[in-house]
């Protein structure tokens, strides 16, 4: 018994030292760098607003070993002029996919670009990537923007970008209809890597120097090192457990004791699984629930529930004024707006574009109702981002003796109902008694 114990000892004392090895080896080495500069091997070009109708010019010289890229914003019927320099890592020569870059493993980008001269102007950061399930290869405009948009006055040099706080542009999202499962960052198919100037970029001229845009990140991913680390405590204390039970089968004390702890193990296991299921339950960009993450409401055996369906008002016109930052601001604020101000017992979920379903349960629409006026009003005198004031109708439909498809094409007609009495409404469903 004193050498079994001895050699479990010295299994654990050496499973905990390879432990603190891998995860020291994974913290503070084992790193890799992919670089776009003056000696990358791809094609790097500059382009402008021409090809969107604008009359912007754009030229890309080299500088020793950086670019320098001379733009000329000029104003046209364009609404968003822009200059930009293309690193084409992942297209030939005739702009069609050929080999694409997967980048899903690095976590950050380091972009050492900069205005030259004192200006506001603001840069935007997009990787460009290629999907199978809804990219064209002869149609770039089907290839995905994750982006973002910072100002460089308001950044160290050179500014370190996360991946993850990259995001998908909204109106593309809209504009190409992508399936909600689709509408995340993806960077394990890049084929183009751009530095473009901001939106709301004033007419001038304009001289940008890019030194390089250097990705970094880990040679094994997060999820790779700790599905080893657990998956190696697993095997070694499976094969422990194993021995265990056969050196004292005879013991069910032991043999209990034993069964708890491959108990806890799974238990570790499925904390990854339960991480990913929250993820794929909620909104990207506003953290809002998606539409899977509502299922299981309409699933529990609830006897009274009502929907609202609530619409911000001329939100795509708002969006091509301010552009889609801003957008994206103005719906994150919704969300916020709407969650501090519905009761604890409501779920509201981000149904699509500008679109949002508050689920009621236990309530009845005459008291819905009550709620989506005072929202109503809430949202009418909210200022948003830039001092933008805006709007929003709402359609509301209690359960009757149908199905959950039929309540909320209720609530969706009467949505419609009051966005066409003028918006700012809310309209009830002509099925429901409000007494």
């Known amino acids: 018994m004193m050498q079994t114990e001895k050699f479990d000892n010295i299994v654990i004392l050496?499973?905990?030292?390879?432990?603190?090895?891998?995860?020291?080896?994974?913290?503070?080495?084992?790193?890799?760098?992919?670089?776009?500069?003056?000696?990358?091997?791809?094609?790097?070009?500059?382009?402008?607003?021409?090809?969107?109708?604008?009359?912007?010019?754009?030229?890309?010289?080299?500088?020793?070993?950086?670019?320098?890229?001379?733009?000329?914003?000029?104003?046209?019927?364009?609404?968003?002029?822009?200059?930009?320099?293309?690193?084409?890592?992942?297209?030939?020569?005739?702009?069609?996919?050929?080999?694409?870059?997967?980048?899903?493993?690095?976590?950050?980008?380091?972009?050492?670009?900069?205005?030259i001269g004192e200006n506001k102007a603001s840069f935007r950061f997009q990787v460009r990537s290629y999907n199978q399930n809804y990219s064209l290869p002869n149609d770039d405009s089907t290839w995905k923007y994750n982006g973002i948009e910072y100002w460089p006055r308001k950044n160290q040099y050179p500014v370190d970008i996360p991946l993850n706080a990259m995001q998908v542009a909204t109106w593309w999202l809209w504009e190409k209809e992508i399936p909600i499962e689709y509408a995340g960052p993806e960077f394990d198919q890049v084929l183009v890597v751009e530095v473009a100037t901001g939106n709301s970029i004033s007419p001038g001229h304009y001289q940008i120097e890019i030194d390089k845009v250097e990705f970094t990140g880990k040679v094994f991913t997060n999820k790779q090192v700790f599905t080893f680390i657990i998956a190696m405590w697993v095997f070694t204390a499976i094969i422990g457990l194993i021995m265990n039970l056969y050196r004292s089968k005879a013991k069910l004390k032991n043999a209990e004791q034993r069964a708890f702890e491959l108990k806890q193990l799974n238990r570790l296991?499925?904390?990854?699984?339960?991480?990913?299921?929250?993820?794929?339950?909620?909104?990207?960009?506003?953290?809002?629930?998606?539409?899977?993450?509502?299922?299981?409401?309409?699933?529990?055996?609830?006897?009274?529930?009502?929907?609202?369906?609530?619409?911000?008002?001329?939100?795509?016109?708002?969006?091509?004024?301010?552009?889609?930052?801003?957008?994206?601001?103005?719906?994150?604020?919704?969300?916020?707006?709407?969650?501090?101000?519905?009761?604890?017992?409501?779920?509201?979920?981000?149904?699509?574009?500008?679109?949002?379903?508050l689920i009621c349960p236990n309530t009845k629409v005459l008291e819905a109702n009550e709620l989506a006026e005072d929202l109503r009003q809430l949202i009418a005198e909210h200022n948003f981002v830039q001092n933008i004031k805006l709007t929003a109708s709402f359609g509301l439909a209690q359960k009757e003796n149908e199905t959950i498809a039929e309540l909320i094409e209720r609530a969706d007609v009467a949505l419609y109902t009051a966005k066409a009495q003028g918006r700012n409404k809310v309209i009830v469903s002509n099925n429901v008694d409000l007494l």
């Not at 760098?33 to 791809?42: A, I």
């Open 14 to 115: 050496a499973l905990i030292s390879l432990t603190f090895v891998v995860i020291g080896l994974h913290s503070f080495s084992l790193n890799k760098t992919f670089t776009l500069d003056t000696k990358s091997p791809y094609r790097t070009f500059a382009i402008s607003d021409t090809a969107n109708g604008g009359k912007s010019k754009a030229s890309l010289h080299t500088k020793g070993n950086k670019y320098l890229l001379d733009c000329h914003i000029i104003e046209s019927d364009y609404a968003w002029p822009f200059c930009e320099i293309t690193f084409s890592i992942g297209v030939d020569a005739h702009n069609m996919p050929s080999q694409p870059i997967d980048l899903s493993s690095y976590s950050t980008a380091h972009v050492y670009a900069k205005y």
């Open 269 to 357: 296991l499925n904390v990854e699984s339960q991480e990913l299921k929250d993820l794929a339950e909620r909104d990207p960009l506003t953290g809002a629930l998606n539409r899977k993450g509502i299922e299981h409401i309409f699933t529990n055996e609830i006897k009274v529930m009502s929907l609202m369906f609530i619409d911000i008002d001329h939100f795509k016109p708002l969006n091509d004024r301010y552009g889609h930052n801003i957008g994206d601001i103005i719906l994150k604020d919704f969300v916020k707006l709407i969650s501090e101000n519905c009761r604890t017992s409501d779920f509201l979920a981000r149904w699509g574009g500008e679109e949002f379903l």
